[in-house]
């Protein structure tokens, strides 16, 4: 079973609109983080935010949240008020200590690929 | 932006011919990794490192070696290439396994024919 579940293969927004990127895992780990990346097309992989299974708040970094819903298993990615520079690859990605994450070991969805139109 | 850099950023080689590809960090981090990506499997762990001489077996490690003999470096080496190890290859790095981040190199992409 995969560890983490992007749905979405590709989305469109409207530029100035918000968007919600879905991320789903699974884990037997009390202990885990969650991280979201963004891959432009130039290649470079830039990390938004994290959200750590403890932390009582969800994650915010400018015009990114994470809307962690720990019961259920899931950790979307909101993005506010898109711009044309947003349009990308987008990436989950679980440390989870049952698998290799006491490392830092990460394990990655599949992404999904984000449009956004003027 | 953390100091990560990787050589070479692009390669075509030959099957059969071994590859080394080179990470090299400027931040003293003890933790560095090795991935590759392809389309449709995201990014998948090779080989990892814990610290100068310290290293491990990740999720796709077979036709992989690595070695770091200091902690700013961490060369991934391809024994004997084959097609199915045409990929982009990410190294990252990190202070500690707990941190919250994760930083990747630019990337380097490789091209077996």
């Known amino acids: 079973a995969q560890k983490i579940t992007q749905t979405q293969p590709g989305m469109f927004v409207q530029e100035k609109e918000a968007v919600t990127l879905d991320c789903t895992y699974d884990?037997?780990?009390?202990?885990?983080?969650l991280f979201w990346y963004k891959q432009p097309s130039s290649g470079e992989m830039i990390f938004l935010i994290y959200q750590g299974s403890y932390d009582q708040q969800n994650a915010t970094e400018g015009r990114y949240s994470l809307n962690f819903q720990k019961a259920r298993k899931s950790a979307n990615l909101v993005i506010s008020a898109s711009q044309l520079g947003d349009s990308a690859m987008y990436f989950c990605?679980?440390?989870?200590?049952?698998?290799?994450?006491?490392?830092?070991?990460?394990?990655f969805g599949k992404g999904t690929k984000l449009s956004v139109k003027p | 932006d953390a100091g990560i850099t990787q050589s070479p950023r692009h390669k075509v080689t030959e099957t059969g011919t071994p590859v080394t590809l080179r990470c090299h960090q400027t931040?003293?981090?003890?933790?560095m990794y090795w991935y590759r990506q392809d389309p449709g499997h995201g990014l998948r762990l090779i080989h990892y490192?814990?610290?100068?001489?310290?290293?491990d077996k990740g999720e796709v490690s077979d036709g992989y070696s690595v070695s770091r003999s200091k902690t700013e470096d961490f060369l991934l080496t391809l024994e004997s290439a084959t097609s199915s190890q045409t990929s982009v290859y990410f190294c990252a790095i990190s202070e500690s396994p707990k941190t919250e981040t994760q930083y990747f190199g630019p990337g380097t992409r490789l091209l077996v024919l």
């Open positions: 884990t037997s780990d009390p202990s885990y983080g």
């Open positions: 990605a679980m440390r989870d200590p049952a698998d290799g994450g006491s490392q830092g070991n990460l394990i």
């Open positions: 490192s814990y610290g100068v001489k310290d290293t």
């Open positions: 931040e003293n981090h003890r933790y």
